[in-house]
C-alpha cells in the first residue's frame, strides 16, 4: 500500500495486482490528531532523513484494507467508482495500522489485541448515528463490560464514547474539504436525523456553522510537506 500526498483523495488499482495507491491531501493530515494522537511525530517532521526513514517503514495489511478493496475489486477487476465513503474507510484502516497506539507497558497482557480490536471496530461506524453498544463491543473481545470501559481508558485516554465522537467530528472535518459535495450531502452521509442537528454538532464542536467551517478550511494556507508509507496487500 503506498500512502500518497495530493490534493484530493483518491484510490489507483492496478488490475490483478496486490498493490494500491491512496492519495491523501496532505493539508487533511491534521484532521487526524484526536482519532491517531501520535500522528503528530509524523507532523513534526521536518528533515529529509526522517522522511526517507518514514518513507522505507513496511506495513503488513492485517486484512481489513484489503477486504475493502475487494468489496470494488473482486477478481482483480474494478466493478465500479470508489466513493470517498470507502476511501475514508480504506484509509482509516490503513492509518490504525500505520500508526497503532504504543503497547509497551502491556508486553504480556491481552488488553492490546482487543483494545485494537475495539478501536476498529468503533472506526467502521463513524457514519453511524451511534456507535456499537458497550454490551457488544466487551463480547466481542471476550471481556466484561467494566474492564473494558477500565482499559481502554487507560490505554487510549480516553473513553469509548469520547473516541467515536471525536473520530466521528474528525471524519466530518475531513468530508468538509470536498467541495463537490453539499453540506447537506455530507449531513445525509453520516446519518444525521436533519441538517439542523447535523449543524449544532458541528458548532458544538468547532464553535462555527458547517458553512463557516468549510469557508474557513479553504482560506488557509495548504501545506506542503509529503507523507508516505509501503505496504503490500495479503495474496
Not at 143 to 167: E, G, H, I, P, W
Not at 227 to 234: E, I
Amino acid at each position: 500500500m503506498n500512502l500518497l500526498p495530493s490534493i484530493d483523495h483518491e484510490l489507483r488499482i492496478h488490475e490483478h495486482s496486490q498493490l494500491f495507491l491512496l492519495y491523501i491531501p496532505t493539508e487533511m493530515m491534521c484532521g487526524y490528531k484526536e482519532t491517531f494522537p501520535n500522528i503528530t511525530e509524523i507532523l513534526s517532521w521536518s528533515s529529509d532523513s526522517e522522511i526517507v526513514a518514514f518513507n522505507a517503514h513496511n506495513i503488513e495489511d492485517d486484512g481489513r484494507v484489503g477486504r475493502l478493496v475487494s468489496e470494488f475489486f473482486p477478481a482483480g477487476k474494478v466493478t465500479g467508482q470508489f466513493g470517498p465513503k470507502l476511501i475514508e474507510k480504506i484509509l482509516l484502516s490503513a492509518l490504525d495500522q500505520l500508526l497503532p497506539l504504543p503497547d509497551e507497558s502491556w508486553t504480556g497482557s491481552q488488553f492490546p489485541s482487543a483494545i485494537k480490536v475495539v478501536r476498529s471496530v468503533i472506526l467502521e461506524h463513524l457514519y453511524e448515528r451511534r456507535p456499537p453498544s458497550l454490551e457488544v463491543l466487551a463480547r466481542k473481545v471476550g471481556l466484561n463490560n467494566r474492564v473494558l470501559q477500565t482499559v481502554f481508558k487507560q490505554y487510549c485516554s480516553t473513553t469509548m464514547l469520547d473516541f467515536y465522537q471525536n473520530a466521528r467530528m474528525e471524519a466530518i472535518y475531513r468530508a468538509l474539504y470536498d467541495r463537490n459535495r453539499s453540506l447537506q450531502e455530507i449531513a445525509d452521509s453520516f446519518n444525521y436525523e436533519d441538517y439542523s442537528t447535523f449543524s449544532a454538532a458541528i458548532k458544538r464542536k468547532w464553535g462555527r456553522s458547517p458553512r463557516e467551517l468549510r469557508n474557513y478550511l479553504f482560506s488557509s494556507p495548504i501545506k506542503s510537506k509529503s507523507y508516505t508509507a509501503n505496504n503490500h496487500l495479503p495474496s
